[in-house]
């Protein structure tokens, strides 16, 4: 539950980014880079709707099994504009997202742009040692509210799709999760990512219409 501190925090966030865009104009669109961890399971259960099948009125039930996701997965960290994938990162066996691991996996991004404008606030991401570590690559980090997967392109509209092609499949191995992730994220398209970085601003003007609470669509 968001408190009124929490909205009034997200309606100043907007303001102040929707301010940006209106003085820069699509510009600032094309300078943001985001980017966001989610865990790829060895298999994604089907949703409702892709598990649904057509039967005849008089057609015998079958039975349901309950399944859950498998305990196989790899974490995997997406960074992106508006032109599409920028860079793909998996964690390896046994190590885990800290300051350390963040800091490489920006340097690897370093490598492949000259400018990163936005990242969220989890706790490895807004560490002291990765403020110092972003503050030496010259990259500008823009505002973002806490508790907004709402506000965050990877959240609201690449992770849900991106797990959706996934569902159903069921992968042997890490390797076999990473190559399909890859070439999902290449077939997406260039518009689909630009439709993401888009609707941002719909969404930053929602959420101070709708006094700072959460945005569906």
């Given at each position: 539950?968001?408190?009124?501190?929490?909205?009034?925090?997200?309606?100043?966030?907007?303001?102040?980014?929707?301010?940006?865009?209106?003085?820069?104009?699509?510009?600032?669109l094309?300078?943001?880079?985001?980017?966001?961890?989610?865990?790829?399971?060895?298999?994604?259960?089907?949703?409702?709707?892709?598990?649904?099948?057509?039967?005849?009125?008089?057609?015998?039930?079958?039975?349901?099994?309950?399944?859950?996701?498998?305990?196989?997965?790899?974490?995997?960290?997406?960074?992106?504009?508006?032109?599409?994938?920028?860079?793909?990162?998996f964690?390896?066996?046994?190590?885990?997202?800290?300051?350390?691991?963040?800091?490489?996996?920006?340097?690897?991004?370093?490598?492949?742009?000259s400018?990163?404008?936005?990242?969220?606030?989890?706790?490895?991401?807004?560490?002291?040692?990765?403020?110092?570590?972003?503050?030496?690559?010259?990259?500008?980090?823009?505002?973002h509210?806490?508790?907004?997967?709402?506000?965050v392109?990877?959240?609201?509209?690449?992770?849900?799709?991106?797990?959706?092609?996934?569902?159903?499949?069921?992968?042997?191995?890490?390797?076999a999760?990473?190559?399909?992730?890859?070439?999902?994220?290449?077939?997406?398209?260039?518009?689909?990512?630009?439709?993401?970085?888009?609707?941002?601003?719909?969404?930053?003007?929602?959420?101070?219409?709708?006094?700072?609470?959460?945005?569906?669509?």
């Amino acid at each position: 539950m968001l408190t009124q501190e929490h909205k009034e925090h997200r309606m100043q966030v907007c303001q102040d980014l929707l301010n940006q865009y209106k003085a820069e104009g699509e510009s600032f669109l094309d300078r943001i880079i985001t980017g966001d961890e989610t865990w790829c399971h060895h298999y994604e259960l089907l949703s409702k709707r892709q598990s649904m099948e057509w039967r005849h009125v008089n057609s015998q039930l079958k039975k349901k099994f309950k399944t859950l996701p498998s305990a196989g997965k790899v974490m995997c960290t997406v960074f992106w504009d508006r032109k599409g994938v920028i860079l793909l990162d998996f964690l390896e066996p046994r190590q885990t997202i800290n300051s350390d691991h963040y800091i490489v996996t920006l340097t690897k991004l370093k490598a492949r742009i000259s400018r990163v404008r936005q990242h969220d606030n989890a706790r490895s991401h807004t560490s002291l040692k990765t403020v110092e570590h972003i503050a030496n690559l010259g990259w500008t980090v823009l505002p973002h509210p806490p508790y907004s997967p709402d506000l965050v392109p990877s959240d609201f509209h690449v992770f849900g799709p991106m797990k959706d092609g996934l569902r159903g499949q069921h992968f042997p191995s890490s390797n076999a999760i990473v190559r399909a992730v890859k070439q999902w994220a290449t077939s997406a398209g260039a518009d689909f990512y630009k439709c993401g970085m888009q609707v941002l601003v719909h969404r930053w003007r929602k959420c101070i219409a709708n006094g700072g609470d959460y945005v569906g669509k």
